[in-house]
Every structure is written in structure tokens, then in C-alpha cells.
């Protein structure tokens, strides 16, 4: 594992937060099942907490930790989506109560990037991804367009990935709903 990757989920292992690279844009983390760390994220970035913030996990086998049931069609979802795919799910359990929503749902993504889906596996859990940038303004799609002002208030930045260009772009986001069926929420 990466010296990057060990000074970060240090940060984690402490209840800190981290601003760091996923699959899709640039992320302020935490572990997922810290409450305290949630709140000082909705805290910087001055954000509602009846405003969910998504978790990543490494697999589909630590997401069926964190849920009652996760039904095959899911699974195949997942699996076989070919860009990063955030999916909605009941029966949230496990995690930071405030990062569940009012109907007990957490937005989970299954990261295939290879740094934030270590930091999973290194922490040993979800790690909260929301967007680098104070509620209501534009997201960064890449690091040079994250303020100063989230830079100076997380406690550790990552180093990977600091010189990349490149725009990212948002998951798509789909809702298991309560019959089973699948609605589209952003594509």
C-alpha cells in the first residue's frame, strides 16, 4: 500500500476528515461509521444534514455489510455498470446515524478506482464521498478548482492525483425503491 493511502486512513482510524480522489470527482471523506466526523463534514461544508451524502465501498461484499438486504438485481447493477454508479438502498444499518436518511436509505457506490476503493479496504469501511466544495457552490471537477478555503479545513489532503487535468464528472445515481423497482435519479 501506498505511503498516501497509509497517512490518510490514519486520518480516518482518527475520526478525521480527508480531501481526496475517487472515481469521479474529488471527495471530502470520512469513516462512514464515525458520527462525529460526519457531522464536522456537514458542519464545513455548511450543508443541511437532511441532505444525504453518499459512502464508497471497495466491493459488494463490504456493501452487504452495511444493508438488511441486497437483492440480486442490485448485484447485477452494480456489476454491470459501466461508469460509476451510485445506488440508493434501504435498510441502511451499521453506519454514522447521520448519514442515514429519514427512510432509513444511504447512497452506496462500489468505487473500481483503485485509491479510494483502498482506502476502504485499508480502513475496513465505507468512506463518506462528497463533493469538495461548501454547499450550494459549483463542485470542483478537479483539484486545482477546490478552494482554499476546504483545502485549509480537512485535516489531511491527499497527495495522489493532485496534478491530474482532467474533469471529473459526477456518478449516476438510481434508488432501489420499496416494490423493487429502479428509478433513475441523475444519469
Known amino acids: ?44 461544508k455548511r450543508r443541511s444534514d437532511s441532505k444525504s451524502m453518499l459512502v464508497l465501498v471497495d466491493s459488494v461484499e463490504m456493501l ?10 442490485v448485484i447485477e447493477l452494480i456489476e454491470g455498470a459501466s461508469r460509476p454508479t451510485t445506488v440508493i438502498l434501504p435498510g441502511a444499518k451499521g453506519l454514522a446515524p447521520s448519514l442515514v436518511a429519514s427512510d432509513g436509505s444511504v447512497g452506496f457506490r462500489v468505487s473500481r478506482d483503485e485509491f479510494s476503493a483502498g482506502l476502504c479496504r485499508e480502513l475496513g469501511a465505507p468512506v463518506v464521498s462528497t463533493s469538495a466544495n461548501i454547499s450550494g457552490e459549483p463542485s470542483a471537477r478537479n483539484f486545482k478548482e477546490i478552494s482554499a478555503e476546504i483545502k485549509n479545513s480537512v485535516d489531511y489532503v491527499c497527495a495522489t492525483r493532485r496534478d491530474d487535468e482532467g474533469a471529473g464528472t459526477p456518478s449516476r445515481i438510481v434508488k432501489l425503491e420499496p416494490d423493487k423497482t429502479i428509478t433513475v435519479i441523475r444519469n
Do not use: H
Open 1 to 44: 500500500m501506498d505511503n498516501d493511502t497509509l497517512k490518510a486512513v490514519e486520518f480516518l482510524q482518527q475520526g478525521k476528515i480527508i480531501l481526496y480522489p475517487t472515481d469521479t470527482v474529488w471527495g471530502i471523506g470520512c469513516d462512514a461509521t464515525c458520527d462525529g466526523a460526519v457531522r464536522n463534514i456537514y458542519s464545513l
Open 64 to 73: 452487504s455489510r452495511y444493508v438488511d438486504e441486497l437483492p440480486e438485481e
